[in-house]
């Protein structure tokens, strides 16, 4: 009777982990990558892939980097508010020898390399279109002598930036006026991204940047 007693207190006492095991391994998920895809490795030889629950439901969500060949490049979100829907973006630049993703808090930082152009695009979890926004947009142009660097908040809608250039008849860099100014584009999800939206936020940093008002100096 005792025997008995015990092991009744044993199957009630680990009946509840047990349930709560096999519902976490049934509820996981792996990142279901499109035909013809791999994972891109990233710098350090990893797959250029996060996991977190972005959506706060409690189960994985994904987000990576995907790639065909040595050409085609595409960023790629699974979330299992959307039932493990695929989100995938449009084509991107993205150079593989010098480009990174990673996580800080809950925005994924992804830095290309388009020489002289460092470019950094946020990404967040946006609960209202179950979607990943690209929410900002930093630049570094040049090098040490001559460039500078750029932000564009898309957010707040705030862009400003800080260049310098050297002056041969100064023989020494020159500080440009500080700009800073209000911009507004039309909100840019994961599904919108491309080379298109590449381009345009790149020509409104050229847009910007200072030119020198005496060329003579050069």
Do not use: W
Not at 67 to 81: A, F
Not at 110 to 122: N, R, V
Not at 190 to 209: H, P, S, V, W
């Amino acid at each position: 009777m005792k025997k008995r007693s015990i092991l009744s207190l044993l199957y009630y006492e680990f009946l509840p982990v047990l349930l709560l095991l096999l519902t976490t391994v049934c509820n996981a998920q792996s990142l279901t990558i499109p035909k013809g895809f791999t994972l891109q490795k990233s710098i350090k030889g990893s797959d250029n892939l996060i996991q977190k629950d972005f959506d706060g439901d409690g189960h994985p969500d994904y987000f990576g980097v995907i790639e065909r060949g040595e050409t085609e490049v595409k960023l790629i979100s699974q979330l299992s508010t959307l039932k493990n829907k695929i989100l995938l973006s449009e084509s991107i630049e993205l150079y593989r020898c010098c480009a990174s993703m990673v996580l800080k808090k809950d925005v994924i930082q992804i830095t290309t390399d388009f020489t002289p152009t460092f470019a950094h695009y946020k990404f967040r979890y946006d609960g209202r279109s179950s979607n990943f926004q690209l929410i900002g947009y930093d630049a570094i142009e040049g090098g040490t002598t001559e460039g500078g660097s750029s932000s564009f908040n898309l957010l707040t809608n705030t862009y400003e930036n800080n260049f310098s250039y050297y002056d041969h008849k100064k023989q020494q860099v020159v500080s440009c006026p500080a700009v800073k100014a209000k911009l507004t584009i039309q909100k840019i999800l994961l599904t919108d991204f491309g080379q298109k939206a590449e381009r345009m936020l790149k020509g409104i940093n050229e847009k910007y940047i200072p030119r020198k008002a005496d060329k003579s100096s050069i």
